[in-house]
């Protein structure tokens, strides 16, 4: 492999890619948590939601569903390679903690710091897929 670096450079994150096993209940789900669909692309059995900020997801709804919204990476004992979970910024992760629990969506791991720079929690949308949302601390290290 050339270990020369790319002569692109990575300007900016676009979207993470979220595959769901069933367009209104996942649709529901992520429109709950203030994204809104911007684009629908039949073709790929995709969509594309954005935040109120400009944070944007894409959900592919070609997943096949599953009894107990088990998540190959993250549920089985051994540890796949792949992506685990998007981790979203958040202004005020105390509050978004309570919406979470009066809407009755379960906080799998957190609040918590971790490392120096952020406060997470973590929840899992309807099939399984972890999302975490961090609050950065003010003078934490970057």
Do not use: C
Request: glycine fraction near 8%.
């Amino acid at each position: 492999m050339n270990q020369s670096a790319s002569p692109a450079r990575i300007l900016a994150y676009d979207h993470i890619g979220i595959r769901v096993s069933d367009r209104p209940r996942a649709m529901a789900f992520y429109q709950a948590l203030g994204f809104v669909e911007s684009a629908s692309f039949p073709l790929f059995e995709a969509n594309e939601m954005l935040s109120p900020d400009g944070v944007r997801i894409n959900l592919i709804f070609n997943g096949a569903r599953a009894a107990d919204a088990h998540n190959v990476l993250l549920d089985a004992p051994v540890k796949r390679p792949g992506m685990t979970h998007p981790a979203f910024i958040v202004d005020d992760l105390a509050a978004l903690q309570q919406w979470l629990e009066a809407q009755g969506i379960v906080i799998t791991e957190g609040p918590h710091p971790i490392g120096p720079r952020r406060i997470a929690l973590f929840i899992r949308d309807p099939d399984g897929n972890v999302l975490e949302f961090n609050q950065l601390i003010r003078g934490g290290a970057q």
